[in-house]
């Protein structure tokens, strides 16, 4: 699994509001994840919260919404972990 820096647009679906962010690319990862002063600077709101297991093994609770993610033009809806 490669991680590099990328520059990437996070925009909130219903308003519009975005914010431009070097991200940390990971190819291993399974969500997104802003830190949450980001979404909710956006106004991005969660919708539910899901159980991950980070780096040291142990089980975290995170809150996820729904934000869109541009890269290089394309843009998407993506689920993103706060």
Not at 1 to 19: D, K, Q
């Amino acid at each position: 699994m490669t991680a590099f820096a990328y520059p990437v647009t996070i925009r909130n679906l219903l308003t519009g509001a975005e914010v431009r962010v070097d991200a940390l690319a990971d190819t291993g990862s399974t969500f997104s994840i802003l830190p949450a002063s980001v979404l909710a600077g956006l106004d991005v709101r969660p919708v539910r919260s899901v159980q991950a297991e980070i780096a040291d093994g142990s089980l975290i609770e995170l809150p996820i919404g729904y934000a869109e993610v541009e890269v290089d033009g394309e843009a998407a809806p993506t689920l993103c972990a706060f």
